[in-house]
């Protein structure tokens, strides 16, 4: 089929390059040249795993451009796949898929189905509609459907091409039929419903795995005052089947560009219709504490940062990305900063980001020996592999406190207790095997 994808973000270009590899035509567009550039000769400008190698096989099948019209024209589905970032007041803005809807209103000359995966508040699929089809320029037929995305930052590619479901949100049966030939080389369970519960699902799903996660972060909490391990407590929840083991890990909070901005969105739109979601509410409450529980335990060690030598390891809100948005980093950095702590940090893949939002203050090394030298504590935001792989005994030989706080418990406690270090993370024990007591 000939497809056109909208936006050339996570979203939009893992979609583009995933359907090209089931054999479709796609056409990515995207309003940045020097993207389109960068696309059309096989380079991804996100950082992906895969897809850079699975654009470069697709590149027969795949087109990258600026000319919206040219690509929307005669293409039978097109997606729209720009971000819906939140706004102040914590509801979506939806300045990019209005603005989408209208290229596509004046550009398309041929039936077609106008496909939203873009996460979008309920209710705007029939905007779209609305908003399509009163601005058609040419006499055609649009239908509009949702089909939102479940894919994860670092797992993209897997997760487009081997999804656990595939939803569509259709008002009448010609697009959902279309939607199933897009899709017939998906080995997926398909939910066919209408756009409304579509687009409910996506944010149930976002919101439930925020609420799974707020809720361990509080157990662990708990845990940690009245002396129980909160990975003991989650292994032990999760051989339920009805709870799972997933979305269990306590830690410093979520972040990225869904759960934050998705809970915010949803308990938004409640509001509106006088309605209050109190667990989203929670969750919400909790991520925000949550971030700065280790700048919290850092007081327990020294009164301010001042004048201390802090080194960061992790900048991005999870491993396998270099995506930034809602990091912990982000909302710990300049608190140290302000304390007057000289801050070292380290990241594999996140440090040309996080320099452009702080061009200054931070030093930036390239490797965790080089952040650790000298330093008198050490803030683990990300779990990387090289921080879990990372030689315990190093810590001590090259801090001068080897004080570590851990807010994605990358260390068994077991190991932990055969170095010398003072190692505090979230929901377990404080572990202090330092024959001086710095506490
Ligand atoms: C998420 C959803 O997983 C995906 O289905 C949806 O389409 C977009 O949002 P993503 O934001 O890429 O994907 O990352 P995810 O792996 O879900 O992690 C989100 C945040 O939760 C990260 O900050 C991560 O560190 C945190 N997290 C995740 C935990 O703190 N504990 C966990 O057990 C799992």
Redesign the pocket.
């Known amino acids: 089929m000939k497809i056109a994808v909208a936006g050339t973000g996570?979203v939009g270009l893992v979609t583009g390059v995933c359907l090209a590899e089931k054999g479709h035509i796609v056409s990515c567009v995207d309003i940045d040249e020097r993207k389109v550039a960068l696309m059309s000769s096989g380079i991804s400008p996100i950082y992906e795993p895969g897809l850079d190698e699975l654009m470069v096989k697709n590149l027969n099948r795949l087109n990258f451009t600026t000319h919206y019209r040219e690509a929307y024209k005669d293409a039978d589905v097109i997606f729209i796949g720009v971000g819906t970032p939140e706004k102040h007041d914590g509801s979506a803005n939806l300045t990019y898929v209005y603005e989408v809807a209208e290229q596509i209103a004046e550009s398309i000359e041929k039936d077609c189905v106008v496909v939203v995966k873009s996460?979008v508040p309920i209710g705007t699929n029939d905007k779209i509609e609305d908003l399509i089809k009163t601005k058609l320029v040419h006499n055609v037929n649009v239908h509009i459907a949702s089909n939102?995305?479940?894919?994860?930052?670092?797992?993209?590619v897997r997760?487009t091409l081997h999804p656990a479901r595939i939803v569509i949100g259709v008002e009448d049966q010609d697009p959902g039929k279309v939607l199933k030939e897009v899709y017939n080389k998906f080995d997926a369970p398909v939910v066919l419903t209408n756009r409304k519960s579509a687009e409910m699902i996506?944010y149930a799903?976002?919101d439930f795995?925020?609420l799974?996660?707020s809720f361990?972060?509080e157990i662990a909490n708990l845990c940690e005052i009245i002396g129980a391990n909160v990975e003991d407590v989650a292994l032990g929840m999760g051989y339920d089947s009805r709870i799972g083991n997933?979305?269990?890990?306590?830690?410093?909070?979520?972040?990225?560009?869904?759960?934050p901005k998705?809970t915010k969105a949803l308990h938004w739109l409640a509001n509106f219709h006088d309605y209050e979601l109190k667990t989203i509410k929670a969750a919400i409450d909790v991520n925000e504490n949550q971030k700065l529980k280790l700048i919290k335990k850092s007081r327990k060690y020294f009164d301010s940062l001042k004048g201390l030598s802090v080194a960061v390891l992790g900048l991005t809100?999870?491993p396998g990305?270099d995506?930034l948005r809602?990091?912990p980093s982000l909302v710990n950095i300049p608190i140290m900063l302000e304390d007057g702590a000289n801050v070292k940090a380290w990241d594999p893949v996140g440090i040309e980001n996080f320099q452009r939002l702080h061009p200054n203050g931070v030093s930036y090394c390239h490797s965790i020996e080089e952040t650790l030298k000298d330093t008198d504590i050490c803030f683990i935001f990300?779990?990387w592999d090289e921080v879990k792989d990372f030689d315990l005994s190093k810590y001590n030989e090259l801090m001068r406190n080897p004080i570590i706080l851990d807010g994605?418990n990358c260390y068994d406690l077991l190991n932990v207790r055969e170095s010398k270090i003072i190692y505090d993370s979230i929901g377990r024990e404080t572990v202090n095997t330092l024959e001086v007591s710095l506490v």
């Open positions: 996570y996460t939102p995305e479940f894919l994860a930052q670092g797992t993209a997760d996506k799903s976002n795995l925020a799974k996660i361990i972060n997933r979305f269990l890990n306590s830690g410093i909070g979520y972040g990225g560009s869904c759960f998705d809100f999870k990305t995506d809602e990091a990300t779990e994605r």
